[in-house]
């Protein structure tokens, strides 16, 4: 028998230790590996991606190759130009493949593409394994364990996990890689066939950046942002499996904080260092593995109890952090492309929200005797992603986001709370597409999960428990250290108006440099005529809009209609 010729085709996986499926592929002892990364266009068009995340993905690239080279100097991440569905026919051609190898990936779209992809493989007698290691457990075992239905509540994963078993432990690195074969090609990337359909002046952006990735590919390296025509990032984080692993280490050695750790209790409000251990974007791009992340607060954890000590629990302590990542993954993989979204989705409630302003709707009766205006709902938005909404909390966090590309997450239930059904009463989907865009850690299941919690359409229903822009950041910091970080318009005003400063006094909005006048239409920062720096009015009342929301979420809850009720699709709810 020839011995194995192997692809390990990265995705979700940008890393050497505790791989299970890397592991599965150099188990087969095969006679050359190629570790490769493909451009998807689907990453490259559909999904909203900002500069912040693109440099994080190519610094995990750039990390993982040189991890891959340290162990084989003639090996390294091959980088290709071209989308999967197209390049494997080729490649398992041209390269004389017997086995692809890759980790399991759940989301509905990388579903869709991998049975394609397995469907090519089979044609050309390639053997494919694919192995579990993006979560704790696998997700559609967690479902089946579920009694077929999503994962909704914590409790409902650790009684399916524990039908399980045990969470693997952690595999450790390779020490070598085998060299890969021939990497000549004979033939020239393609670009894609189909151009999705997202916003256009996102789009154009797109193609060229995309036409550069499919150039000319001689040496499969990793792209930089200026090649690919895409702005600076302005995120302070940084990418890659090393930056991970020592991450990790640096905050599991303070073993009281890992112990004890409770999400309720860390402050929204700090930064350099954060309250939280900020892996987020390393377990989305799988530089760091989330058995290695749970295993090693396990044992610290254990330590902690064998000297007598208390350490915390789920829901609040790390474990329970990372039991959530793994409810939303289950409640994502039972559902498919509906999770997504409201429309023809029976496991979300159906809100009257403001509609996109391109869409005319009423939805003065399913509030009752409140009306709420659309026109204004669309600026509210569009103050909201620009933080000028006036309320210097939610301004600091959405400015926080845009620039650095992560918030803490009571900084994310504040903003998210606040666009939807505690404030401006706008569609969650509208606000999970500018996560989706900003966030480094961007996950669709995380993303789209919570949202669904903070607009309480699905795993949360407290509707009435709201977060004040003013009372919940001064409770976390009462000096605004944090909005003074990040409206720096407002740094020199006391901490008494700090949170409210259009109660300031006109003759101390003067002292302290700054006006609060304007509508946050784009004149803020910019300074007036006396050379004073203005800060937005609020945009609404707070008290008075947060009963709004709550009379028609009241209304929506009564009326009780979910995503697939024929009433929505047909839009005969507007006559209720
Ligand atoms: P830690 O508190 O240190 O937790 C450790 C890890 O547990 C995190 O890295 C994360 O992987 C996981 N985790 C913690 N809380 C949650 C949670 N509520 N849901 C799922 N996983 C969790 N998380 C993402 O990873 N990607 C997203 O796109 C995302 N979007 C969100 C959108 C909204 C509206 C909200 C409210 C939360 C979102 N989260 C998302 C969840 C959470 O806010 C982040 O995972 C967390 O803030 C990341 O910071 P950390 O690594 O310091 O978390």
């Known amino acids: 028998m020839p011995k194995p010729r192997v692809i390990f085709w990265y995705r979700t996986d940008l890393r050497l230790h505790d791989s299970p499926a890397l592991a599965a592929a150099l188990d087969l002892k095969p006679s050359c590996l190629y570790p490769i990364w493909t451009w998807d266009p689907h990453y490259v068009y559909r999904a909203r991606v900002g500069p912040n995340r693109w440099q994080f993905l190519l610094d995990y690239q750039s990390d993982l190759s040189a991890s891959i080279t340290k162990l084989n100097p003639k090996s390294k991440l091959f980088v290709i130009r071209e989308a999967p569905q197209t390049l494997f026919p080729k490649l398992f051609k041209e390269w004389d493949i017997t086995h692809l190898v890759f980790e399991k990936d759940t989301d509905a779209y990388a579903r869709k593409r991998d049975e394609a992809v397995m469907e090519i493989a089979k044609k050309a007698g390639v053997e494919v394994i694919v192995k579990t290691g993006r979560t704790l457990y696998d997700p559609d075992e967690l479902v089946k364990q579920n009694k077929g239905k999503p994962t909704m509540t914590i409790s409902q994963v650790q009684t399916a996990g524990a039908k399980i078993g045990d969470v693997p432990r952690p595999i450790p690195a390779p020490t070598s890689i085998p060299d890969p074969g021939d990497t000549s090609l004979t033939f020239s990337s393609e670009p894609p066939e189909v151009i999705p359909d997202w916003n256009a002046s996102h789009r154009d952006a797109q193609d060229t950046c995309y036409h550069k990735l499919a150039g000319p590919n001689n040496d499969f390296s990793v792209p930089t942002l200026s090649e690919l025509g895409i702005k600076p990032a302005t995120s302070p984080h940084r990418g890659g499996e090393t930056q991970a692993l020592s991450a990790l280490s640096s905050i599991l050695s303070n073993t009281t904080y890992t112990a004890t750790f409770e999400k309720p209790k860390t402050a929204p409000t700090d930064f350099s260092p954060q309250s939280t251990t900020l892996l987020s974007p390393h377990l989305h791009f799988g530089s760091l593995s989330v058995r290695e992340f749970y295993w090693r607060v396990q044992d610290i954890v254990s330590a902690y109890k064998g000297k007598g000590k208390k350490p915390s629990e789920p829901p609040t302590s790390l474990t329970g952090q990372l039991l959530f990542r793994d409810m939303y993954f289950g409640a994502q993989a039972a559902q498919g492309h509906a999770f997504a979204q409201t429309y023809n989705n029976r496991f979300i409630r159906f809100i009257p929200w403001h509609l996109p302003s391109t869409i005319s709707s009423s939805t003065s009766l ?211």
């Open 366 to 576: 399913i509030t009752g005797t409140y009306h709420i205006d659309d026109t204004k709902a669309e600026s509210y938005f569009r103050r909201w992603k620009a933080g000028t909404t006036g309320f210097p909390f939610v301004d600091a966090l959405m400015r926080q986001l845009r620039i650095e590309g992560w918030i803490h997450h009571l900084g994310r239930h504040m903003v998210a709370c606040f666009l939807t059904r505690g404030g401006c009463y706008v569609d969650w989907e509208r606000g999970a597409e500018v996560f989706e865009e900003w966030l480094i850690d961007h996950e669709v299941a995380c993303n789209v999960g919570n949202w669904q919690w903070l607009s309480c359409t699905a795993f949360y229903s407290q509707f009435y428990r709201c977060y004040s822009p003013v009372a919940f950041g001064r409770k976390w910091d009462p000096d605004g250290a944090f909005v003074r970080k990040f409206v720096p318009e407002l740094q020199n005003y006391d901490k008494k108006y700090i949170y409210e400063p259009w109660k300031a006094p006109i003759a101390d909005q003067k002292k302290w440099g700054c006006l609060v006048k304007g509508d946050g239409s784009g004149d803020e920062g910019r300074g007036t005529k006396e050379g004073m720096q203005t800060y937005p009015k609020p945009m609404f009342d707070f008290n008075t809009q947060r009963d709004i929301c709550i009379q028609g979420m009241k209304n929506a809850y009564r009326v009780g209609l979910y995503g697939n009720d024929k009433r929505v699709l047909d839009g005969t709810w507007r006559a209720l």
